[in-house]
């Protein structure tokens, strides 16, 4: 423990929220009252059982935030005190997180993304008549203990990418309680932001409508053939789709049947790094370590990016049961879903799916009579991008601060917890379902050689249709934007931004690029998540790369020098261009952001600094953005 103690208590409420969490203190030892003689001496709660709930940190200090708005200290020294987690580790955990406050927070906060695609729809001026309307935001950092606050009077925060560009302007009202209220608001305007903060009831979730389309190739078929037809909330619905029919057809076909297909598809992830799935899942099952565990990556906080938080409110049960199937051909007994925090709907439907199933059997010992035992549980981030990096996601799921690890040992061999463990994104298991149903060769036929199936692209920013849109590998960006209906009318398209912060910008002239991983590579672009953002000239880009800037600054975990010092040096030189006082010239800038754009993608350990300075990079070269020399 540490040397000095916290002396600080909990109210009820938060003790209650902890004990709802954790059940019952077993003995004084970890803040129960004193009991017997014997308790006064040993701890009858063993040290290694303490230990072994380091995991349920998270959402402790979760629970904790959820019921009265921030971290107090006597709820934060009680959550310390039943997990045996020293307070100064706790705090550092406590402060990685932006949607975990350890300063006063009133019990309703506004967030409002003021991120590219958002930007892109006004957000900017939106956050600045708030603030002249309603007063200046509440600030991410901590700054003591003593803000001066009326915990009934609600606040309104800047926030990055909510993962609802396609509802822009966004925002998420969060209002801590006994029943904590959630809600995702689309299309916020200044009357509609100003009547919450006014305490007005917050609407319907807009998260719940969202628009998709597919080209003709993709038909009624394809990943979203659900989305909008098939009940969400009920799992007698989706059966009578067809639901578990592939679960049904895995355990045909065996765990190394499964593999064999998922290998014949050349399925590649659909995260970012597009790893082939088949030889991951193979890599898990031959690892003689156990358990093995299987994760659901749906931390999806790549800005422009909201493919997998459709895929999750509209058709839970279809990652539920291909999640089953992961677990069956990789050996995991037990699966998380790392959900992002600002996903509510998502995680009201995703606990929806996984309670039904689990009471139809589809979920726990011997499913379906195959003999194979697997459970989930969702895990929710906490407001950090680079917890979608998969070690990063390990360790947030193991209550601790989300720092990516260096790699090898891969986490094939030495995952979460120290075990094998398959990570794949959302969309990835969202096509586990047409490889098993309808094999490996069928699944292949459809794309280009080498990028195989379909793809969920994300169209944001200034298009006149925003959602998600499905289209096989192969089509081209033209094609992809005509579905989504172009720019407005009477505007001229003057740049995409292609898969997201972490991809890069591509010109108007460049549309015929063809959608697949080799072409974007060898034009020296990235699909990345999926992010299509349409800029026009009512858009300002130089505005829109400093956002970008800002959000790298803000996410870097800060853990290597490269991408901790780089993010931020990065900002300041655009920051500094934007200005017009520049360092010896905009020439000299660039050349410096060149230099330390290197330093970055050669001296960080994850892909967050690996890529920071991406689509800065392609802004100056691609877009020839500060050509002119010219500084504003
Ligand atoms: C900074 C950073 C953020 C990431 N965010 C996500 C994410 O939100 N969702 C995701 O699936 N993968 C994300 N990834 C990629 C994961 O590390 C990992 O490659 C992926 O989850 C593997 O799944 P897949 O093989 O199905 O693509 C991120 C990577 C980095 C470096
Ligand atoms: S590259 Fe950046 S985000 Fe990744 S580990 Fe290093 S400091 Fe953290
Ligand atoms: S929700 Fe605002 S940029 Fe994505």
């Given amino acids: 423990m540490d040397i000095r103690l916290l002396d600080a208590e909990p109210a009820?409420?938060?003790?209650?929220?902890?004990?709802?969490?954790?059940?019952?203190?077993?003995?004084?030892?970890?803040?129960?009252?004193?009991?017997?003689a014997r308790d006064a001496h040993t701890a009858e709660f063993g040290g290694r059982e303490t230990r072994e709930r380091r995991h349920l940190l998270l959402p402790a200090l979760q629970a904790l935030q959820a019921r009265v708005g921030f971290l107090t200290e006597g709820g934060f020294n009680y959550a310390c005190e039943r997990l045996g987690v020293p307070p100064a580790d706790a705090w550092g955990v406590a402060t990685f997180y932006a949607m975990l406050a350890t300063t006063p927070r009133p019990r309703r906060v506004v967030h409002v993304c003021d991120d590219i695609a958002c930007r892109a729809k006004?957000?900017?001026?939106?956050?600045?008549?708030?603030?002249?309307?309603?007063?200046?935001?509440?600030?991410?950092?901590?700054?003591?203990?003593?803000?001066?606050?009326?915990?009934?009077?609600?606040?309104?925060?800047?926030?990055?990418?909510?993962?609802?560009?396609?509802?822009?302007?966004?925002?998420?009202?969060?209002?801590?309680?006994?029943?904590?209220?959630?809600?995702?608001i689309g299309n916020a305007t200044l009357e509609s932001l100003s009547?919450?903060?006014?305490?007005?009831?917050?609407?319907?979730?807009?998260?719940?409508?969202?628009?998709?389309?597919?080209?003709?190739?993709?038909?009624?078929?394809?990943?979203?053939?659900?989305?909008?037809?098939?009940?969400?909330a009920s799992l007698a619905a989706y059966r009578a789709a067809g639901g578990y029919a592939a679960l049904a057809r895995a355990i045909e076909l065996g765990a190394e049947g499964v593999i064999r297909e998922v290998t014949a598809?050349?399925?590649?992830?659909?995260?970012?790094?597009?790893?082939?799935?088949?030889?991951?899942?193979?890599?898990?099952?031959s690892q003689a370590a156990s358990p093995h565990y299987l994760v659901c990556n749906a931390d999806e906080s790549e800005p422009g990016t909201f493919k997998d938080r459709v895929l999750l409110t509209e058709d839970p049960f279809a990652i539920v049961e291909a999640m089953t199937i992961g677990a069956f051909a990789t050996g995991a007994s037990h699966g998380y879903l790392y959900l992002r925090a600002e996903y509510p709907l998502a995680f009201e439907r995703m606990q929806g799916a996984i309670l039904q199933a689990r009471?139809?059997?589809?979920?726990?010992?011997?499913?379906?009579?195959?003999g194979l035992s697997y459970d989930m549980e969702i895990r929710r981030g906490a407001g950090a991008y680079i917890c979608g990096e998969e070690t990063a996601l390990f360790e947030s799921i193991e209550g601790k601060r989300g720092?990516?690890?260096?790699?090898?040992?891969?986490?094939?061999?030495?995952?979460?917890?120290?075990?094998?463990?398959?990570?794949?994104?959302v969309e990835t298991f969202a096509n586990i379902l047409p490889i098993v149903l309808g094999g490996g060769a069928a699944f292949a036929s459809v794309g280009t050689a080498q990028s195989t199936g379909t793809r969920l692209f994300c169209l944001s920013g200034t298009v006149q249709r925003p959602g998600v849109y499905e289209v096989p590998f192969g089509a081209t960006l033209r094609e992809l934007i005509a579905l989504a209906g172009g720019v407005p009318k009477g505007r001229t398209l003057k740049a995409v931004l292609l898969g997201g912060a972490a991809g890069g910008f591509v010109r108007a002239d460049e549309l015929d690029l063809k959608l697949t991983h080799e072409d974007t590579r060898a034009a020296g672009a990235t699909l990345g998540s999926g992010v299509v953002v349409l800029f026009d000239e009512t858009v300002d880009l130089r505005d829109a790369i400093l956002r970008i800037a800002a959000f790298?600054?803000?996410?870097?975990?800060?853990?290597?020098?490269?991408?901790?010092?780089?993010?931020?040096?990065?900002?300041?030189?655009?920051?500094?261009i934007a200005a017009g006082k520049?360092?010896?010239?905009?020439?000299?800038?660039?050349?410096?952001?060149?230099?330390?754009?290197?330093?970055?993608?050669?001296?960080?350990?994850?892909g967050l600094g690996q890529t920071a300075y991406s689509a800065v990079e392609s802004a100056i070269k691609r877009l020839g953005l500060y050509a002119d020399g010219a500084t504003a």
């Fill in 195 to 232: 009547a919450l903060l006014e305490g007005g009831e917050p609407p319907r979730d807009h998260a719940d409508r969202p628009q998709i389309g597919r080209s003709a190739a993709v038909g009624d078929a394809g990943l979203l053939k659900r989305v909008g037809k098939v009940d969400p």
């Fill in 403 to 425: 720092e990516p690890r260096n790699k090898p040992p891969f986490p094939v061999s030495r995952g979460l917890f120290k075990k094998p463990t398959a990570a794949n994104n």
């Fill in 122 to 184: 006004g957000a900017a001026a939106l956050c600045h008549a708030l603030e002249k309307r309603a007063g200046a935001p509440l600030l991410h950092e901590p700054n003591g203990n003593h803000v001066e606050l009326d915990p009934g009077k609600p606040a309104w925060m800047h926030s990055p990418c909510l993962g609802l560009c396609d509802v822009a302007p966004a925002a998420l009202v969060v209002e801590a309680g006994a029943k904590v209220v959630e809600r995702s």
């Fill in 12 to 36: 009820a409420e938060e003790r209650s929220a902890i004990d709802e969490l954790l059940g019952p203190p077993e003995s004084s030892w970890e803040g129960g009252e004193r009991g017997s």
């Fill in 552 to 576: 790298f600054r803000d996410e870097s975990c800060g853990q290597c020098v490269p991408c901790r010092v780089g993010t931020v040096r990065q900002e300041e030189a655009l920051h500094r």
């Fill in 359 to 370: 009471a139809a059997g589809l979920l726990g010992k011997n499913i379906l009579g195959s």
């Fill in 265 to 285: 598809a050349k399925l590649l992830g659909r995260g970012g790094a597009a790893f082939p799935t088949g030889r991951k899942w193979e890599a898990v099952r």
């Fill in 582 to 606: 520049t360092r010896g010239g905009v020439k000299r800038e660039l050349a410096l952001l060149d230099e330390i754009g290197d330093a970055m993608k050669d001296g960080s350990i994850c």
